[in-house]
């Protein structure tokens, strides 16, 4: 199982990335996925995750400025981020687990079973 991360850049506060995480080793709709992110010293957060019913968490800081899909033919996970905010500048990383059923659950879960090397995403006000 391989995931590698794409998409991060410095952006200006208001702006928009969309961040793209390849799957490679299984089919992205048969696994929970997600997104989590870190800032150096402080401890990983979920901050989107997607199951393979489709449903879908949010952290409470990014609920109605991000959103998380997947392409199945692509075999791709995406996490679209508008309104940017200078709190959300961290590394983030894709995860995926076989293990866990409902998106609410990876979201707060940190030991997963996969996870990609990061993209860095900064955002300047």
């Known amino acids: 199982v391989q995931l590698v991360e794409s998409g991060g850049g410095s952006v200006q506060a208001g702006g928009s990335l969309r961040l793209s995480c390849a799957v490679s080793g299984y089919t992205v709709s048969s696994y929970c996925m997600g997104w989590f992110r870190q800032v150096p010293g402080e401890e990983r957060e979920g901050v989107a995750t997607?199951?393979?019913?489709?449903?879908?968490s949010y952290a409470d800081s990014v609920k109605g400025r991000f959103t998380i899909s997947r392409d199945n033919d692509k075999n791709t996970l995406y996490l679209q981020m508008n309104s940017l905010k200078p709190e959300d500048t961290a590394m983030y990383y894709c995860?995926?687990?076989?293990?866990?059923?409902?998106?609410?659950?990876?979201?707060?879960?940190?030991?997963?079973?996969?996870w990609g090397q990061g993209t860095l995403v900064t955002v300047s006000s």
């Open positions: 995860a995926a687990d076989p293990y866990i059923l409902f998106a609410a659950t990876m979201r707060t879960t940190r030991a997963l079973n996969h």
């Open positions: 997607i199951d393979s019913y489709g449903s879908t």
